[in-house]
């Protein structure tokens, strides 16, 4: 346990907290996790939380307290979410009391938080919104970075002109070609950092004639990115990345989903602030499999050494990154 961590907390167990006000863990996925005051075998007070594997901020997802214990089931859970390397706490608007115990704020983004430490603030008011689809996440991630009225016509609207990929059972995702020409038809100045020379996202078709469609898709946009934008053919550095997110600029990235869940898979996210080695990053995926919402992907914290290990993808792997700044 922390050093200061309350003498009378202690994490508990599933077995001694009331029926399904825990989660069931699931390998890979979410932390469940819960802390309790008092005596183990019935406690007075305790919390339940979840964090995602990659981000520095914990979700309240249960809280059952008397007022009187509240302070001392207040510091443990603040004890408890620093030593798992978190820098926000984070929880929804029903749950009151714990708002409340732990001094949460409303941001009116349909939560409420505090920040352990100097706050993260981006420059942007970015969209707040989950894909509803399993293959619209770069056009949800670019709708985002464009407006904070993110809708489903939107989210598709950019799918059908960026799309590449044929998927193993149905339609597929966006190429950075692809979905930088979207950008920059929506009014960003685009940059494309893209370090791979031959068609990408092949694995994820199961048919030749899939595959082959998929590569000449991706010379079609290639040639015209070429054409149009600065493209540049070496993976983006940790060191540039914070430059350009300093500077003012949003980055859609390219990662690996296997770090947050269970499986391998190309993801897009958006970057739009760091702080202090921390970048606030916008989700478009929540997992339903670990009760997450659009308050578990919304500007989520992750540190700059997590973030740089999830933004690689393929065997052998290659790296990419579209930067947006306005005009």
């Known amino acids: 346990m922390p050093e200061d961590f309350p003498r009378s907390a202690f994490e508990i167990s599933p077995e001694a907290l009331p ?37 520095a901020m914990v979700m309240i997802i249960g809280w059952e307290c008397d007022p009187a214990d509240t302070e001392e089931l207040e510091q443990a859970v603040e004890s408890l979410a620093k030593n798992r390397g978190a820098v926000l706490i984070r929880a929804t608007p029903e749950l009151t009391g714990a708002i409340e115990a732990l001094a949460l704020t409303d941001t009116g983004r349909g939560y409420a938080q505090r920040w352990l430490g100097a706050a993260i603030e981006s420059a942007h008011d970015t969209g707040r919104f989950t894909q509803t689809t399993g293959f619209t996440c770069g056009p ?19 799918w ?11 339609p597929g995702g966006c190429d950075p070609y692809g979905l930088a020409l979207a950008a920059a038809r929506r009014g960003f100045d685009v940059a494309l950092w893209f370090d791979a020379s031959e068609a990408v996202l ?3 078709a199961n048919t030749d004639e899939k595959k082959e469609l998929m590569r000449f898709v991706q010379a079609e946009f290639r040639e015209k990115a070429q054409e149009t934008l600065l493209v540049l053919d070496t993976a983006m550095t940790e060191q540039t990345l914070s430059e350009v997110v300093g500077k003012g600029a949003q980055v859609l990235l390219l990662i690996d989903q296997c770090h947050t869940h269970d499986h391998h ?3 897009w996210i958006l970057v739009h602030a760091e702080q202090d080695g921390i970048f606030l990053v916008n989700d478009p995926w929540a997992e339903p499999d670990d009760g997450e919402t659009v308050a578990d992907v919304d500007a989520i914290p992750i540190a700059r ?5 999830m933004a690689a993808y393929g065997d052998p792997a290659y790296h990419a990154a579209i930067v947006l700044e306005k005009h």
């Open 160 to 170: 059908r002109e960026a799309t590449t990929m044929i998927g193993l059972t149905g």
């Open 202 to 204: 092949l694995d994820r």
């Open 140 to 158: 949800v991630s670019l709708a985002m970075a464009m407006t904070p009225d993110v809708n489903r016509s939107l989210e598709v609207e950019i």
């Open 305 to 309: 050494g997590t973030l740089m290990q």
């Open 265 to 267: 898979a190309p993801h």
């Open 19 to 55: 029926a399904g006000a825990f989660p069931a863990p699931r390998p890979d996925a979410a932390h469940i996790f819960a802390v309790g005051i008092g005596d183990p075998a019935s406690p007075r007070g305790y919390a339940v939380m979840r964090q995602r594997r990659t981000a």
